[in-house]
């Protein structure tokens, strides 16, 4: 195990701490970012490369997506009706309607976990590619911190400590932003029923707010980064809602 995370942290870690200490260098030599912070401004830039680096990996999510909002569209097109008739009928009796909506999409052709299977193949997949480098992003954060200096930004005395409450703050409520724009774009199941979509709305309520607790007591370099790389996603997701699904939905009707 050792080795392997000695080849990790050469192959990634070593890198990103390299163009982390140039970015302070870099950023350090004008009086105004000098007084904002050279550290603070340094992670943001480097979650912006990150970023960057990373987009093959976001396009190919947006693209799975898409295509899976569009099956599960066709699909609602195609059963909606003789769904509607079963929800009617089964009205107080969920176990019963999920049975007969298995039993629907069954004789239909369609696989319950089709979209689930899709889901979680863009999902899983970017992020299971994306870990290893954005764990030694927060090495080499860690690294710098630990290493001294001025490490100011902004109201934070030093980025190596918590912030006591407006980057946490922050990190929930860009968090929970990202959480809205998600499920915005997100189609409802067919077997889904209100209880299932409020407890999905409620866990995108739950989840920020755990997180805000716990970016109190990390290191406020890591939770600005988390900060910012939110601000990214949300403006990602934010554009393929407003224009890509709009226009969609405009061409459809």
């Known amino acids: 195990m050792l080795p392997l ?29 000098l007084a904002i912070g050279p550290f603070g401004l340094a992670v943001i830039a480097m ?5 960057i680096v990373l987009l093959p990996l976001t396009a190919y999510q947006i693209r799975s997506s898409l295509r899976s909002r569009q099956q599960a569209e066709a ?25 007969a909506l298995l039993e629907l999409m069954r004789k239909e052709g369609a696989s319950p976990l089709s979209g689930f299977a899709s889901a979680l193949r863009s999902g899983m997949l970017p992020l299971l590619i994306q870990a290893p480098v954005l764990i030694a992003f927060y090495q080499a954060v860690l690294s710098l911190a630990r290493a001294g200096g001025d490490l100011h930004f902004l109201w934070v005395a030093s980025l190596a400590t918590p912030d006591a409450l407006l980057l946490p703050l922050l990190a929930g409520l860009t968090t929970y932003v990202v959480s ?15 209880q299932a979509v409020a407890t999905r709305r409620t866990f995108a309520v739950l989840y920020p707010l755990g997180l805000a ?29 407003r224009f890509v699904l709009r226009l969609r939905s405009a061409a459809a009707t």
């Open 75 to 99: 699909l609602r097109h195609r059963l909606g009706p003789k769904v509607a008739v079963l929800r009617r009928r089964y009205r107080r009796r969920p176990t019963e309607l999920q049975a």
């Open 213 to 241: 607790v716990s970016a109190h007591f990390a290191p406020a370099a890591l939770v600005l980064y988390w900060v910012t790389g939110n601000l990214i996603s949300a403006a990602q997701q934010w554009s393929v809602n």
């Open 47 to 51: 979650t912006l490369l990150v970023r």
């Open 180 to 194: 809205r724009l998600a499920l915005a774009a997100q189609p409802t199941s067919l077997l889904e029923d209100e």
């Open 5 to 33: 995370r000695s080849a990790w942290w050469a192959l990634l870690g070593v890198p990103l701490l390299a163009v982390l200490h140039g970015l302070v260098g870099l950023i350090a030599a004008w009086p105004v970012t």
